[in-house]
T-cell receptor, first 115, second 116 residues
Framework: AQTVTQSQPEMSVQEAETVTLSCTYD???????LFWYKQPPSRQMILVIR??????QNATENRFSVNFQKAAKSFSLKISDSQLGDTAMYFC????????????FGKGTKLSVIP | DVKVTQSSRYLVKRTGEKVFLECVQD?????MFWYRQDPGLGLRLIYF???????EKGDIPEGYSVSREKKERFSLILESASTNQTSMYLC???????????????FGEGSRLTVL
């Protein structure tokens, strides 16, 4: 069975600072995909960034980047130059590449950006 | 842009009532999902469907059923609502997941159900 663990239930960061959200996972598959989703207050969840396990290069999307450590099964999200609009729940998720339909989600990290 | 629309943002029902949560997507996605979101528990999959009239149980199907008569519509049914089903329900859709597919989910805004 796959598991995704987010060990930080809540975090806060000052506006314009950098923050890193942690995620560890476990899977027996060799090929899989990892995701960070963002759920702003009272708004729909959206994909922030994705990483394919067979790609060594860490994914980057504007101010969002990941630190993917495959051997350690770690997938952290770094948010640079934090903005008030980054305030949200962040979920780490995993799907194996063998045709599974089901994403496995972590329990989420509530991030507050403080002005 | 993909749009996933959930029919009701907020519902209040009484114990024992039958509850229908409707979800419609407009991007011809094969897969549709119903999740339940509770504080401290994250997202838990209730049911998913990979094609019309097809359904698979997720992690917590007890007390729920689903219907997918048309590709764009996926309904979650609570046959007899109970107080422990008070929760946020999220619908999502995606293209069929394959080795080369990224598996991105597109979510609706959620339906907050309160069962009294």
């Amino acid at each position: 069975a796959q598991t995704v663990t987010q060990s930080q239930p809540e975090m806060s960061v000052q506006e314009a600072e950098t923050v890193t959200l942690s995620c560890t996972y476990d899977t027996s598959e060799s090929n899989y995909y990892l995701f960070w989703y963002k759920q702003p207050p009272s708004r729909q969840m959206i994909l922030v960034i994705r990483q394919e396990a067979y790609k060594q290069q860490n994914a980057t999307e504007n101010r969002f980047s990941v630190n993917f450590q495959k051997a350690a099964k770690s997938f952290s999200l770094k948010i640079s130059d934090s903005q008030l609009g980054d305030t949200a729940m962040y979920f780490c998720a995993l799907v194996d590449g063998a045709g599974s339909y089901q994403l496995t989600f972590g329990k989420g990290t509530k991030l507050s950006v403080i002005p | 842009d993909v749009k996933v629309t959930q029919s009701s943002r907020y519902l209040v029902k009484r114990t024992g009532e039958k509850v229908f949560l409707e979800c419609v997507q407009d991007m011809d996605h094969e897969n549709m999902f119903w999740y339940r979101q509770d504080p401290g528990l994250g997202l838990r999959l209730i049911y998913f469907s990979y094609d019309v009239k097809m359904k698979e149980k997720g992690d917590i199907p007890e007390g729920y059923s689903v219907s997918r008569e048309k590709k764009e519509r996926f309904s979650l049914i609570l046959e007899s609502a109970s107080t422990n089903q008070t929760s946020m329900y999220l619908c999502a859709s995606s293209l069929r997941l394959r080795m080369t597919n990224t598996g991105e989910l597109f979510f609706g805004e959620g339906s907050r159900l309160t069962v009294l």
